[in-house]
């Protein structure tokens, strides 16, 4: 325990250009004693060279990516754990600018009702960071959040640590049933709410589902239906986004609001997945999922 204390002490000190460096450097020597890390780190790598035209200038900040999110994570975990009031302004410009985007849309049609969707890249919990400063922009008391992620994956449950966001787990058997009704809720009651669209439909495995076929990098492809089915029942708008890291600064890049009701939304969506495949493949948090959007089990 001295010693995880000593680590967590070294961490907390550490910017995020010092944290990116240590990542690097901690995958390079990883993966000279393990064969798993090089060869997990060496596929994401070609299949970015593959489908994304990477250069070897993103070899190694591909390779090492998963190690960069989660130092990460375990870095913004440990600043809320202690109460620090760690800020980062990049994140919070990202947050600041898509309360903006929301604000115009509710000028324009009072009550309509935004589904925000970050797209899997750089770190889950830098995108909760984001979606934290983005319900403090709106002047929400709270903000439901549909995740994937395990309730306890830092060891302690994310909505005693971050009381703002209520998360709405999909991996609930018990209540997955009633996820739709408690979103369609928390839309109505704050306009606004948290989904992950840019899921592939084989991460939902687990569970029956229905899919839209969509194109993809040139071929077919396969989107789960929720937020189609939800937001055209609500004629919600649909805004995505994701975030970019890169020498130790946060970045991002928001797409234009989808009309949910639109036939063509579900194409929209797999537009903006793919564009944002192309430009930020280093970042990408599933690039180790080498089936992406092809796999679709039947209901």
Not at 203 to 218: A, F, L, N
Not at 247 to 259: D, K, Q
Request: charged content about 25%; glycine content about 8%.
């Amino acid at each position: 325990m001295r010693a995880l204390r000593w680590q967590d002490r070294c961490l907390l000190t550490l910017s995020a250009g010092s944290l990116e460096r240590i990542a690097l450097l901690s995958w390079g020597l990883r993966s000279l004693f393990s064969s798993r890390a090089r060869w997990q780190g060496r596929l994401r790598y070609e299949w970015g060279v593959d489908s994304a035209s990477l250069s070897p200038q993103d070899a190694w900040r591909t390779m090492a990516s998963e190690e960069i999110e989660r130092l990460l994570d375990r870095r913004m975990h440990l600043g809320r754990l202690h109460g620090r009031g760690d800020r980062w302004p990049e994140l919070e410009s990202t947050a600041a600018e898509l309360a903006a985007v929301i604000h115009a849309i509710h000028r324009d049609s009072p009550g309509r009702p935004v589904i925000v969707s970050p797209f899997h890249y750089v770190s889950e919990y830098a995108n909760i960071y984001v979606v934290d400063a983005l319900r403090a922009a709106l002047g929400l008391a709270e903000l439901a959040v549909v995740s994937g992620s395990p309730r306890e994956a830092y060891g302690r449950q994310e909505d005693i640590l971050i009381p703002g966001l209520r998360i709405l787990h999909t991996l609930d058997s018990d209540n997955r049933p009633a996820l739709g009704l408690r979103l369609l809720r928390a839309l109505k009651q704050h306009g606004a709410a948290i989904l992950f669209s840019d899921v592939p439909p084989h991460m939902m495995q687990r569970y029956p589902m229905e899919t839209v076929e969509v194109s993809m990098m040139g071929r077919p492809a396969r989107l789960h239906r929720g937020v189609f089915h939800i937001g055209g029942r609500t004629n919600a708008v649909l805004l995505c986004f994701h975030l970019t890291f890169r020498h130790g600064r946060f970045g991002h890049r928001i797409f234009e609001p989808v009309e949910l009701r639109q036939g063509n939304a579900p194409q929209q969506v797999a537009d903006y997945i793919e564009q944002a495949y192309h430009d930020a493949y280093p970042n990408w948090i599933l690039a180790d999922h080498p089936s992406r959007y092809g796999f679709a089990p039947t209901k």
